[in-house]
């Protein structure tokens, strides 16, 4: 028997709200080892469901198992922060009070939010790739980058905030999130490009043309540069840096970085040393041709700064989330329009180098289609 895929797949991460309703009502689940004794073993005989039931010609490529399971979990996500914020109730009580109390805080309900809906969608539509024998290594790309960004923002937050002395042996049910996102970056990045659709003779042409020609590029390197400068101070601001316009700006317009949770604190050190250098890359690669590893790198950092944003910027208005430390009304048009501007500059640097890859191909020879059109 075989697993229709998008069916099978959606049915399968629907069972998330009987399952959970279930546990819920077992008066055993009261202790946090049989919490994450159990949560092991239903992620285990997921995965054994999803192999046997999907043994067939999806079996070639191991994603499809993964992205299947962590359909499931992405609903049982979307069920955490729809009971926290009161929308529905009786589902995932016994886990937040021993499981992970720590996704009863603003920022971890965002980020159950955002892998209920928007990793959801992105498992699903690989699937169906998967099936169909498409290519998906772009949705995968961005997949990445966003499920890396709020692992490495949760996981230390969780240790270094209020909550480290809340952390309990479920905590150890994020290992996976750890370690298959990487075995599953290693296969994405050595899956074939797609073939642009250029001859040699227009990449040559674009590659000659001169910055001012390129007023896109101009344009996109502008807004890495502001973009740079608004990381590194923001990363300034949660060191404590004593200038006053850190002081100003964190009781002013970003409180939330004062929240003793830490999510946002490590969020900013994060930005700091990880998305500041890629956008200085970034400029690079817009000012020099031919570098190939831009377009892949930008789809990554696009998902990481998409998934971050949502997060930060729902956290810092969400009522969970203590008064004093939450975005001053007066300030929210300022606030938005920052941050939502600083998540669009890196999608756009993703969609140019899609649309136009002739400036990020390798040089070829002139006269001869070193890069053929894609059949």
């Given at each position: 028997m075989q697993l229709p895929a998008v069916p099978g797949a959606v049915g399968l991460s629907?069972?998330?709200?009987?399952?959970?309703?279930?546990l819920n009502c077992i008066a055993a689940l009261a202790h946090p080892v049989a919490i994450a004794v159990t949560g092991a073993?239903?992620?285990?005989?997921?995965?054994?469901?999803?192999?046997?039931?999907?043994?067939?010609?999806?079996?070639?490529?191991?994603?499809?198992?993964?992205?299947?399971?962590?359909?499931?979990?992405?609903?049982?996500?979307?069920?955490i922060s729809l009971e926290e914020d009161g929308y529905i109730s009786g589902f995932m009580e016994f886990y937040m009070k021993e499981g992970e109390?720590?996704?009863?805080?603003?920022?971890?309900?965002?980020?159950c939010y955002w892998d209920g809906i928007v990793h959801y969608l992105l498992y699903l539509a690989m699937i169906v790739a998967i099936t169909q024998r498409k290519n998906y290594r772009t949705l995968g790309l961005y997949w990445l980058g966003s499920l890396m960004m709020s692992i490495v923002v949760f996981l230390p937050g969780n240790m270094l905030g209020k909550y480290s002395s809340e952390i309990r042996p479920s905590f150890l049910l994020n290992v996976p999130y750890i370690l298959i996102p990487i075995w599953a970056?290693?296969?994405?990045?050595?899956?074939?490009?797609?073939?642009?659709?250029?001859?040699?003779?227009?990449v040559a042409a674009e590659q000659q043309r001169s910055l001012y020609q390129r007023p896109?590029?101009?344009?996109?390197?502008?807004?890495?540069?502001?973009?740079?400068?608004?990381?590194?101070?923001?990363?300034?601001?949660?060191?404590d840096c004593p200038s006053d316009s850190c002081?100003?700006?964190?009781?002013?317009?970003?409180?939330?970085?004062?929240?003793?949770?830490?999510?946002?604190?490590?969020?900013?050190?994060?930005?700091m040393f990880y998305v500041l250098p890629f956008f200085c890359l970034g400029i690079y690669g817009l000012l020099r041709p031919g570098c190939t590893w831009l377009p892949d790198w930008a789809l990554v950092f696009a998902g990481a700064v998409a998934q971050a944003q949502f997060s930060?910027?729902?956290?810092?208005?969400?009522?969970?989330?203590?008064?004093?430390?939450?975005?001053?009304?007066?300030?929210?048009?300022?606030?938005l329009l920052t941050n939502v501007l600083y998540a669009l500059g890196p999608h756009l640097l993703a969609y140019h180098c899609l649309r136009s890859p002739g400036f990020f191909?390798?040089?070829?020879?002139?006269?001869q289609d070193g890069i053929k059109k894609h059949q």
């Open positions: 629907l069972a998330a709200f009987p399952v959970s309703y279930a073993l239903v992620l285990l005989v997921l995965f054994c469901m999803v192999y046997l039931l999907g043994e067939g010609s999806h079996s070639q490529d191991p994603l499809f198992y993964v992205f299947t399971v962590f359909s499931f979990t992405s609903v049982i996500d979307l069920i109390p720590y996704l009863r805080t603003a920022y971890g309900i965002m980020i970056g290693m296969r994405l990045f050595s899956q074939p490009k797609p073939l642009p659709c250029c001859t040699a003779e227009k896109l590029d101009l344009g996109l390197i502008l807004f890495l540069l502001v973009a740079a400068t608004f990381t590194f101070f923001r990363g300034l601001v949660v060191l002081f100003d700006y964190i009781y002013q317009y970003e409180p939330y970085l004062r929240d003793p949770v830490a999510y946002p604190k490590v969020q900013m050190l994060v930005y930060h910027m729902g956290s810092s208005l969400h009522h969970r989330t203590p008064y004093p430390y939450r975005t001053p009304e007066e300030v929210w048009w300022v606030f191909q390798p040089a070829a020879p002139t006269g």
